[in-house]
Structure formats: structure tokens, C-alpha cells
């Protein structure tokens, strides 16, 4: 059952525990500063692999009282298989798909509030994604034939349609979803393992 107003955040855990306390904790902090209730979280255990990166978001989440839910599978359904069982416990209105070694601006949820709020109509948005060590603009993204991302450049600093948004963090209104489940079966193409 969608909760109005709810921010849903997805994501999957499969041989990343590394990243789970700091992907946690930026949520929670974003959380604070933005001074509303918490996302939340849906942590989608891609199988046995992603039992060490559940294990650390949930000890995490607990201690900042962040709202988490672990959703176990039994093997490892790649990233769409991962991405729409996390998005099928999602009760938020708006739901986020965000790779699990990714840390949140403190603005993030701030900002991501007002975009909801606004007058603007929207069905995806791309958020600025920064990579590497010094901090590169990895924009918006596309796929190459390979199924590797190129990077469109430069990125938009107003609302423009994209092809497509950076899979590292994307963001959806529920309504989207529902087209694209009606549409498809699914949000992401099962071969996008």
C-alpha cells in the first residue's frame, strides 16, 4: 500500500558489505538535516553473497533508528531482478533505485522533498552523480552496446528530458512505475542483470 508523501529507498546487496554502513548512515544524516521522517529503506539481499552487506545495514540502521527492511532472495537475480523486488515492498510515493556503494548528499532528501512539492511535472529524475577520487561529474548516463554507462555531458541545470538516468541513483514517482510495470510486467528488463 503506497504511503503518501513517503520517500522509498531500493537498493541491493551482493559481495558490497563494505559500502552498507557508509550508504546507511549518508541516508540518515540527509534524513536529519532535511528535519522530516526518515526514508524508507529497502535493502534487497541478492542472494547468500549479500548476507554481509544486510547484516551491516541492518546493525546500522538500528543504531541511527533509520527504517529498514531486508528482503532476502534466495540467489542472485542481477541488478533488474534485485532493483524490482525491492521496488515491489516499496510503499513510498516517490522511490529512489540506488547502487549500494553510493553515499547521499546531505541535501539529497532536502532537495529531493522540494522536487516532489514543486510545480514541475516529473517521472524520472537523474540526479548529479560525482565518482572517482577528485570528484568527476558523472552526469546523466547511457547505455553503449556493451551495457556499460558513457556519460552524457554536460548535465542539465534545469528540467530536460533524458534518455536515461545514471544507474547508480534513480528516481521515480509511483505513478511511473505503475505505467512502466503496466506497459513491460516489470521496471527493469530482465536481461539488465
Same mark, same amino acid.
Given at each position: 500500500?503506497?504511503?503518501?508523501?513517503?520517500i522509498s529507498v531500493v537498493t541491493m546487496g551482493w559481495r558490497n558489505e563494505r559500502h552498507a554502513a557508509a550508504f546507511v548512515s549518508s541516508l540518515a544524516a540527509a534524513s536529519?538535516?532535511?528535519?522530516?521522517?526518515?526514508?524508507?529503506?529497502?535493502?534487497?539481499?541478492?542472494? =547468500?553473497?549479500?548476507?554481509?552487506?544486510?547484516? /551491516?545495514?541492518?546493525?546500522?540502521?538500528?543504531?541511527?533508528?533509520?527504517? &529498514?527492511?531486508?528482503?532476502?532472495?534466495?540467489?542472485?537475480?542481477? #541488478?533488474?531482478?534485485?532493483?524490482?523486488?525491492?521496488?515491489?515492498?516499496?510503499?513510498? @510515493?516517490?522511490?529512489?533505485?540506488?547502487?549500494?556503494?553510493?553515499?547521499?548528499?546531505?541535501? #539529497?532528501?532536502?532537495? &529531493?522533498?522540494?522536487?516532489?512539492?514543486?510545480?514541475?511535472?516529473?517521472?524520472?529524475?537523474?540526479? +548529479?552523480? &560525482?565518482?572517482?577520487?577528485?570528484?568527476?561529474?558523472?552526469? /546523466?548516463?547511457? +547505455?553503449? +552496446?556493451? !551495457? +556499460?554507462?558513457?556519460?552524457?555531458?554536460?548535465?542539465?541545470?534545469? =528540467?530536460? =528530458?533524458? =534518455?536515461?538516468?545514471?544507474?547508480?541513483?534513480?528516481? #521515480?514517482?509511483?505513478?511511473?512505475? @505503475?505505467?512502466? @510495470?503496466?506497459?513491460?510486467?516489470? &521496471? #527493469?528488463?530482465?536481461?539488465? !542483470?
Amino acid at each position: 500500500m503506497t504511503q503518501p508523501g513517503q520517500i522509498s529507498v531500493v537498493t541491493m546487496g551482493w559481495r558490497n558489505e563494505r559500502h552498507a554502513a557508509a550508504f546507511v548512515s549518508s541516508l540518515a544524516a540527509a534524513s536529519a538535516l532535511a528535519g522530516e521522517p526518515a526514508p524508507q529503506v529497502v535493502l534487497v539481499v541478492n542472494g =547468500p553473497q549479500g548476507d554481509g552487506a544486510g547484516a /551491516i545495514a541492518t546493525q546500522v540502521a538500528g543504531a541511527l533508528d533509520l527504517d &529498514l527492511t531486508v528482503l532476502r532472495l534466495d540467489t542472485n537475480t542481477g #541488478f533488474s531482478g534485485g532493483a524490482d523486488a525491492g521496488v515491489a515492498r516499496a510503499t513510498g @510515493e516517490v522511490i529512489v533505485v540506488a547502487n549500494l556503494d553510493l553515499t547521499f548528499d546531505e541535501q #539529497f532528501l532536502a532537495v &529531493l522533498r522540494r522536487e516532489v512539492a514543486g510545480a514541475a511535472r516529473w517521472d524520472l529524475l537523474a540526479p +548529479r552523480v &560525482l565518482q572517482g577520487a577528485a570528484g568527476e561529474d558523472a552526469g /546523466i548516463s547511457r +547505455r553503449t +552496446r556493451s !551495457h +556499460r554507462l558513457a556519460w552524457v555531458s554536460p548535465a542539465p541545470s534545469s =528540467p530536460t =528530458p533524458v =534518455p536515461a538516468g545514471n544507474g547508480a541513483c534513480m528516481v #521515480f514517482r509511483r505513478a511511473t512505475l @505503475e505505467r512502466r @510495470e503496466a506497459d513491460a510486467g516489470v &521496471l #527493469f528488463d530482465p536481461e539488465c !542483470h
